[in-house]
């Protein structure tokens, strides 16, 4: 894992500058802190700040092919890289290094952009082909690692980081009002679009390149679900499953470093742990989060997997001042809104990680997406059911089984759910029915945007970009395969993999794995009947099934509970509220940022000061209003245009 940057020259025929690619690895260094280096000719220039993880004594970066016409700075893992090397010595290629960097170089040389198809990782990287003056960017097909560009004023630029991009050119800081109007829908901005006007994402699954001054995207991934599913039986399925996962964990497990563990106290990471100790693992440390907050703390649950599993274990206690104290430092790190605190205990618990010496952590995260584990999922099975029968008075009795973990919506009276479900009922032609209940609750907090917002949104639909991405088949899906597509493709990279993954992991120099995301585990799932993997409203049925023989019985009969953290409170729970949240919300800067509205604004600080019960879409509205604050002081008001340039650059010849 790492952080890369680069410039490559379009119409620009200005030099390279070797000041701008050192202050762009210098701003990245947090995600490389072992050694940093850069690549420069007449046209192109790379920057990479390291992670060593893999050949840690040959495998420094930005690298070339043995004649200096190929260079590549390069994030991530190729977990498959041995055998692709083995193959590519078989062709003539010779190597030296050991390094899965190496490997992409000349796989590259062998198959061109066609080289993606070989790779079984997670990933970004930029290739500068000498000889075509062409760069070549590429993104994993999950989104796991990130990547950002921007043309501007003639010239490609491009980073792990918006941040870095900010340090090298003079593009406007500005956040995007449009992008506004889709994370306060969907939580997250739609890839290609970022938070901020004029700074692109390279989508999961897709390629960049750049020549001429000329952006060609293209996807070479997408995730294809079909009515007719695969023919099998369910022990079939259940076998195929468990070889999947243990093939993708022996690659995973894969490093010259010591690899740690997150253990939730649920069940996919639990499943992580011990089929790493079915392929002989021992001594596993595991790291966990817990909460002051008996409401959101699992630690009795991670306390039953230690024992069971016999791991070495350390956790956080977190409470509200760690969040509202980490809060800043956090979006400064996810570099967007969020709507949620979810991610600062997350931050905590990497700075955990990294204190004892460990560099790389598995994660269970993506198991829910390619396993229908969300609740989200059996509401759309409740409302296809329901929409069968829309008259019936028993089947909406089955929306009280949803969200066990909300008391707020359990104490909701049988009527009012039925009537805010109903809406989606309602619209079951819509493409979009499994997300409408959601998406329409978070999109009145756009009720407090300010008039300069919403003229700028002009009643534009958040979901039209989302319309135009999905596959033309979208539509003739079951409801439910469209919903795990938008949660696989969408949510999962643009939040939960980015602020709660990547951002806050590598904040502290910590690689997430993730052996549920390996794109052989999620096309198999994509195919298994649907009942294997939600048998009524048994949420992983079989990955419950599978683990029963590994995980205790407590931990497979579990209701299944997302990962939350107080929100709203964690910022007004005594009297020492941090003096960043009055400035943030305060008149002056709420006026002048001219986001939102202030007495909409000091209406909900009110309520969420009085200590009240603040429900879900209050909870968002706080946590949102304050990140795009905060947001805008760190990037818009205060970015440090001209950072320090770290000693001991290398510069590669």
């Not at 991670?302 to 956790?315: A, F, M, N, P, R």
């Not at 760690?322 to 430092?329: G, R």
């Not at 905590?348 to 790389?360: F, Q």
Request: hydrophobic share 35%; aromatic share 12%; net charge neutral.
């Amino acid at each position: 894992m790492c952080g890369i940057a680069g410039i490559a020259n379009g119409a620009n025929e200005n030099q390279i500058s070797q000041k701008t690619l050192e202050e762009m690895i210098s701003i990245l260094k947090h995600r490389g802190p072992d050694e940093c280096g850069i690549y420069k000719d007449n046209h192109a220039g790379l920057g990479h700040a390291r992670l060593s993880i893999i050949d840690i004594k040959t495998g420094a970066q930005p690298m070339s092919n043995e004649d200096k016409s190929v260079w590549i700075t390069f994030n991530g893992e190729i977990f498959n890289y041995p055998e692709l090397r083995e193959d590519l010595i078989k062709k003539g290629h010779t190597f030296k290094s050991k390094s899965d960097t190496e490997v992409v170089i000349h796989l590259y040389e062998e198959h061109g952009v066609e080289c993606l198809q070989y790779l079984i990782g997670q990933y970004a990287f930029a290739i500068w082909d000498k000889y075509k003056k062409e760069m070549f960017l590429a993104r994993d097909r999950l989104g796991i690692r990130p990547l950002y560009f921007t043309n501007f004023s003639g010239s490609l630029y491009f980073a792990s980081e918006i941040k870095a991009i900010f340090t090298a050119c003079d593009i406007s800081r500005e956040i995007d009002p449009k992008a506004l109007n889709q994370i306060f829908t969907f939580w997250h901005p739609v890839s290609p679009r970022t938070a901020f006007t004029n700074i692109y994402e390279l989508p999961p699954g897709n390629y960049l390149t750049y020549k001429n001054n000329e952006i060609t995207i293209k996807q070479y991934w997408d995730l294809h679900y079909q009515n007719d599913m695969m023919d099998c039986s369910f022990a079939e399925a259940s076998e195929i499953l468990q070889e999947k996962l243990l093939e993708s964990l022996k690659l995973q497990l894969r490093a010259d470093v010591q690899i740690g563990y997150y253990l939730s106290g649920g069940l996919d990471s639990a499943s992580v742990v011990a089929l790493s100790q079915k392929l002989g693992s021992s001594n596993i440390k595991t790291f966990s989060v817990a909460f002051e907050d008996d409401e959101y703390d699992e630690s009795s649950y991670q306390k039953i997997l230690v024992d069971t599993l016999g791991t070495e274990h350390k956790e956080i206690r977190c409470s509200y001042e760690d969040i509202s104290a980490n809060f800043p430092e956090v979006i400064w790190h996810t570099e967007k809104p969020i709507l949620r605190t979810a991610p600062a205990p997350l931050f905590l618990l990497s700075k955990l990680v990294r204190e004892n010496n460990i560099k790389v952590v598995m994660s269970g995260d993506g198991a829910d997406e390619v396993l229908g584990g969300y609740d989200i999922f059996k509401e759309t099975k409740i409302l296809e059911f329901w929409g069968k029968r829309p008259d019936s008075k028993c089947r909406p009795l089955l929306l009280k089984k949803l969200y066990p973990f909300l008391p707020a919506y359990q104490s909701q009276s049988k009527e009012y759910r039925e009537a805010f479900f109903k809406k989606a009922l309602d619209g079951s032609s819509d493409r979009f029915v499994s997300h409408r209940a959601r998406w329409d609750m978070i999109s009145k907090v756009k009720l407090l945007f300010s008039e300069r917002i919403k003229s700028v949104i002009n009643g534009e639909s958040p979901e039209m970009d989302l319309s135009n991405m999905t596959p033309r088949e979208f539509s003739n899906w079951k409801p439910i395969n469209r919903a795990q597509y938008l949660e696989l493709k969408y949510l999962l990279p643009e939040y939960i993999l980015s602020s709660q993954g990547d951002r806050v992991a590598m904040a502290h120099a910590v690689e997430c794995r993730f052996p549920f995301l390996d794109h052989r585990v999620v096309e198999f799932c994509a195919r298994i009947p649907l009942h294997y993997k939600i048998k009524g409203l048994n949420e992983k049925y079989i990955l419950k099934r599978l683990m029963k023989e590994y995980l205790p019985k407590k931990i497979i009969k579990r209701a299944k509970k997302p990962y939350l953290a107080p929100d709203s409170r964690s910022f007004f729970s005594n009297n020492k509220v941090p003096e960043y949240i009055y400035e943030s919300l305060s008149e002056k800067n709420i006026k002048k940022y001219d986001y939102f509205k202030y007495k909409s604004v000091s209406h909900l600080v009110n309520k969420c000061m009085n200590k009240g019960v603040v429900g879900f879409k209050d909870n968002m509205a706080m946590v949102g209003i304050l990140s795009t604050q905060i947001l805008h002081k760190h990037f818009c008001d205060e970015f440090p245009r001209s950072g320090n340039v770290i000693n001991n650059i290398n510069v590669m010849r």
